[in-house]
């Protein structure tokens, strides 16, 4: 670049040609930021001059100024249009590299199956959501109050025992909770949900349960769906249709046959167990053939203790109330032999036994 910068239309070209030429050997924005300055910035020669022309005569500032300002205007446009053509250079050089060869073979993923629990809970709960029951919850660690006690377990019921149950160490802090313990069923959401609100109640409450046993039909950890309904005039025809319509519906079999069995449970009286027709032979099982009978929940109507503990007066209400595993469910419905596998977390099992998430059993079809 020209050192003299005195004010002559030589030396004004002469600026315009230099600037030119710099723009042209640039070749990265990179590049062009690092010239601006010596282009347009405060110590160009282009200012530099710009700001000689107030000390020129009136006459000479007229001729000289429309000039030098249409340089300076011709520079400015050279660098935007350089300035524009090199970012569109780099962006073009970006969509080349990054360009994607549709020609190329898929990469074998797998596709995700929803799992046999998942997938059973979810048929269990559009079955009841049909009758009108709503979603109820109580959290997996429980109170002993809740689990045991407010059920009408008698204090020296062998299931509180320290070998049939996970308790927790006693919290120090809050000693006015009492023991507590991994929840042994879903039963004690019975007592949250009657405490939560008034009747009419129907409420389904699906979810993890815990017992210290473990072999082929035992797990530690296990999931069981509780059904609850209070209302005036409720009686036994009530929990039955809904038993029986709910195991038809979801074995798809519409004349099921059932029996039902006395039984205990200490928070309902009376109190039974529901059995399902099968057929066993062959080390297989077939639901709704032959003479053989397969224990399938259990159920009763809930005892007066149970509904005073949940706040509700057993003179003007009356309840029922199931407990069904899940587990179980999933391995009659869809053959799954062995229970230890649901937890085993093994890629080839779930791909063989789970769900495609766009395909719904009969059982959820409809409405
Ligand atoms: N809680 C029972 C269990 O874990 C199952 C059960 C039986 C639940 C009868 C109920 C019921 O609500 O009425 O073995």
Not at 30 to 58: F, H, V
Request: proline share 7%; aromatic share 8%; hydrophobic share 35%.
């Amino acid at each position: 670049m020209s050192e003299n910068h005195t004010l002559t239309v030589e030396n004004i070209n002469l600026v315009h040609q230099e600037a030119l030429h710099q723009l042209a050997s640039v070749t990265s924005i990179a590049e062009l930021d690092k010239i601006r300055p010596d282009l347009t910035g405060k110590k160009s020669p282009l200012i530099t001059m710009l700001k000689m022309l107030g000390t020129l005569n009136p006459d000479e500032r007229k001729a000289l100024g429309g000039h030098l300002n249409k340089v300076r205007e011709e520079i400015a446009t050279a660098l935007d249009k350089r300035e524009h053509m090199l970012q569109q250079q780099a962006l073009e050089q970006k969509l080349q590299q990054e360009k994607q060869d549709v020609s190329l073979p898929p990469r074998p993923d797998m596709v995700g199956k929803i799992h046999p629990i998942t997938q059973v809970i979810d048929e269990v709960r559009h079955i009841f959501s049909k009758m009108g029951f709503q979603l109820a919850e109580g959290p997996d660690i429980e109170r002993e109050y809740y689990n045991f006690t407010a059920l009408n377990f008698p204090d020296d019921h062998p299931a509180r025992q320290m070998h049939d149950t996970f308790y927790l160490p006693t919290s120090q802090d809050n000693p006015e909770l009492g023991a507590v313990l991994l929840r042994t069923h879903t039963s004690p959401v019975q007592i949250h949900a009657m405490r939560q609100s008034q009747p009419p109640l129907r409420i389904l409450a699906p979810g993890r349960t815990y017992r210290c046993d473990s072999d082929a039909t035992h797990s530690p950890m296990f999931h069981q769906v509780e059904g609850l309904v209070v209302d005036r005039n409720i009686h036994m025809g009530h929990l039955k249709a809904c038993v029986i319509d709910f195991c038809q519906t979801f074995f798809g079999i519409s004349n099921l046959k059932v029996r039902f069995r006395p039984s205990y449970f200490p928070f309902t009286e009376p109190s039974a167990e529901m059995d399902i027709g099968c057929l066993r032979g062959d080390g297989k099982l077939k639901i709704g053939e032959g003479n053989d009978w397969l224990e399938i929940l259990g159920c009763g109507m809930v005892h007066p203790n149970v509904l005073k503990m949940g706040g509700i007066d057993p003179d003007q209400y009356h309840g029922f109330a199931f407990g069904i595993g899940i587990e179980r469910l999933a391995m009659l419905k869809y053959g799954i032999p062995d229970l230890r596998a649901f937890y085993e977390s093994d890629a080839r099992w779930l791909q063989h036994y789970g769900f495609s998430p766009f395909e719904k059993p009969s059982s959820m079809m409809g409405i």
